[in-house]
């Protein structure tokens, strides 16, 4: 992975430039996120396949509750240090998220075909990847969609806890649609934003490189997971 002392190469204090060093991190955040997902598939096929499991949570729903509740809080608590907080305890709390969001995921196992699942997952990987480089080769500045992009976010939160209650077909279509609608877009804000932060980090040396890389990956970790299991709702063949 990333290196500090990557920055200086070849003789004397040659650096890298700008470009170069967007370029080092850049596939540093996307071989963490490809870590991230691996580490959740691996967990959620694991976690499938273990019937006393499903049993122990056919009675207890809070194995699932727990997680969710866990993950939130590792979100939250890793933006809120981001700067004070040393790279091995980001990368630890980068591989118990995936391996919780994993546990969690494992359901679709059970609700979807596999040929299903599989066909989204491409499908997903497919879109994301184009979104990443509309954000990272755009000359449109996105700062300004953050705002949007975080109002739609609660309101489909708002949306989804309300249609806990309702099981609503209907409003879990267009939930799914504006769900897959909004990560669209956010994968490509997150992109260029991430984009951004290495260029400003690289001027100004303000945070290590290999955090910065990790957070970019849980972002776009984040983007690819929620774009995926949106897709799967509209995709998805059930069993």
């Not at 273990?50 to 727990?66: K, L, N, R, T, Y």
């Not at 939160?157 to 267009?174: D, H, P, R, T």
């Not at 799914?176 to 990560?183: D, I, K, W």
């Not at 994968?187 to 991430?194: F, L, R, V």
Request: glycine residues 8%; aromatic residues 14%; contains cysteine.
């Amino acid at each position: 992975m990333y290196n500090p002392d990557d920055y200086t190469r070849g003789m004397g204090e040659q650096t890298l430039t700008l470009e170069g060093a967007v370029s080092q991190v850049l596939r540093n955040v996307y071989g963490w996120m490809a870590v991230g997902l691996a580490i959740t598939a691996v967990v959620a096929m694991a976690v499938a396949s273990m019937p006393a499991f499903w049993m122990f949570a056919a009675e207890h729903q809070f194995v699932f509750w727990v997680p969710m509740i866990a993950e939130i809080g590792i979100v939250i608590y890793a933006s809120a240090r981001l700067q004070s907080m040393s790279f091995t305890t980001m990368a630890v709390l980068m591989a118990v998220y995936s391996a919780l969001n994993g546990l969690t995921m494992s359901v679709i196992f059970l609700a979807y075909t596999m040929q299903s699942i599989a066909a989204t997952f491409f499908t997903c990987a497919a879109t994301f990847g184009a979104m990443c480089f509309v954000g990272h080769t755009t000359k449109t500045n996105m700062n300004s969609w953050g705002k949007y992009f975080l109002m739609a976010l609660i309101g489909l939160i708002i949306a989804s806890v309300v249609n806990y209650f309702m099981q609503s077909e209907g409003l879990a279509l267009f939930i799914s649609y504006a769900g897959v609608l909004l990560f669209v877009g956010l994968t490509a804000y997150d992109a260029q934003k991430i984009k951004e932060m290495v260029a400003q980090n690289y001027q100004y040396g303000s945070m290590d490189m290999r955090k910065l890389a990790l957070w970019g990956s849980l972002s776009l970790y984040l983007d690819f997971i929620n774009l995926f299991l949106h897709l799967l709702r509209i995709m998805g063949e059930r069993k």
